[in-house]
């Protein structure tokens, strides 16, 4: 079965053009405004009922997350499953090779002197490095897309766009990462899914009827003992 980028970015549409809009008033931020201003910004936008929820908003974007809900998959569909569970898996990889060959120093690190000034959230463990591009909002971005590919009402790639954007903002929140640090978890996030799809799906052996059961259909099909 051939699979073109046009026909996975059809079937993400209302995902992928709500995120070009996003991405390019984020370059124009970007572009505008200096990583000091952009963080002491968001930083100054704290509230006591957003320091408490924020560190479970982040948790979506975390690995176990992604298994879970990849798992679930493995219940319905098993080419459902592997679409969700590898695309995780190939923009991690790609996301900690970027981390590695940067090291960036995250805000805690990067604003040592000023950090007296900066707000942060009780019981949040802030690390110091390997900033770019964030883990987190990759694997949000990723599983946001995935999930709107394979939803028959396209409708909802506009939640699932929205909650991979509390994720990113999260991230910055919790002052464990830059904008710039967001903003390329997305792309990386959204561009190397859309490519994987395009490869992946497109080979023959996913779209076989075997490939598109799960194990819930093994269980309805086992024989009934007397």
């Known amino acids: 079965m051939k699979i073109r980028i046009k026909d996975v970015l059809h079937r993400i549409r209302p995902f992928f053009i709500l995120y070009l809009i996003l991405l ?14 952009i963080f002491f910004t968001v930083n100054s936008w704290h509230q006591p009922w957003l320091d408490t929820i924020e560190p479970y908003i982040t948790d979506i974007g975390d690995g176990t997350t992604a298994v879970i809900l990849s798992l ?17 898996a190939v923009t991690s990889i790609v996301a900690q090779i970027l981390k590695n060959i940067y090291v960036a120093p995250r805000p805690k690190l990067y604003f040592a002197e000023q950090w007296s000034r900066v707000h942060t959230v009780d019981g949040v ?25 394979l939803c028959k009402n396209k409708g909802w790639g506009v939640p699932a766009l929205f909650v991979a954007i509390m994720v990113g903002y999260s991230r910055m929140y919790l002052t464990e990462h830059f ?8 792309a990386i996030g959204v ?20 490939w598109n059961r799960g194990l819930l259909d093994l269980v309805k099909k086992k024989p009934a003992t007397h």
């Open 125 to 149: 463990y802030i690390l110091e490095k390997y900033s770019f591009p964030s883990g987190h909002t990759v694997s949000a971005f990723s599983a946001a897309l995935v999930i709107t590919y």
């Open 191 to 210: 561009f190397v899914t859309i490519f994987w799809l395009n490869w992946l799906d497109g080979k023959q052996f996913i779209h076989s009827a075997g």
């Open 72 to 88: 679930l998959m493995l219940f319905f569909s098993y080419r459902n499953w592997l679409l969700l569970a590898s695309s995780y």
């Open 24 to 37: 390019s008033t984020c370059l124009i931020i970007k572009l505008l405004c200096s990583r000091e201003s």
């Open 179 to 186: 904008f710039e640090d967001v903003l390329a978890g997305s």
